[in-house]
C-alpha cells in the first residue's frame, strides 16, 4: 500500500480488483472521497449525488479547482460503474 502526497492510498495487491467497489452505494460513494466528503453539508440536498443537482457544493469545488477534475472524473466513473476508467487514471 502506498500512501499518495494528495491524501489516500493506493494498493497495489494481486487479485484485488476493483477495490470493493460493489460494496458500496453509489449513495455513498462520495463519503470515500474525503475532499468531497468535507464539502457534503454544503450541498443544497442531503442526498445529493453531485452528477446535475442545481447548488451542489462538489460540482462548485471542481470549477473553483478545490476539488481535483481528476478526482471528480474518478468519482463519475464509479458512480457510473465505468470499470475500465477508473482503473486508469493519467496523473
Ligand atoms: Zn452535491
Avoid: W
Amino acid at each position: 500500500m502506498f500512501e499518495l502526497a494528495f491524501g489516500g492510498f493506493i494498493i497495489d495487491t494481486p487479485g484485488i480488483k476493483g477495490l470493493g467497489i460493489v460494496d458500496i452505494e453509489k449513495e455513498e460513494l462520495s463519503h470515500y472521497f474525503l475532499e468531497m466528503r468535507a464539502l457534503l453539508p454544503e450541498c443544497k440536498f442531503h442526498n445529493c449525488q453531485h452528477l446535475k443537482e442545481p447548488s451542489c457544493a462538489i460540482t462548485k469545488a471542481v470549477k473553483t479547482g478545490r476539488v481535483e477534475e481528476f478526482r471528480y472524473k474518478n468519482y463519475l466513473s464509479m458512480y457510473h460503474g465505468d470499470d475500465e476508467n477508473y482503473r486508469t487514471v493519467d496523473y
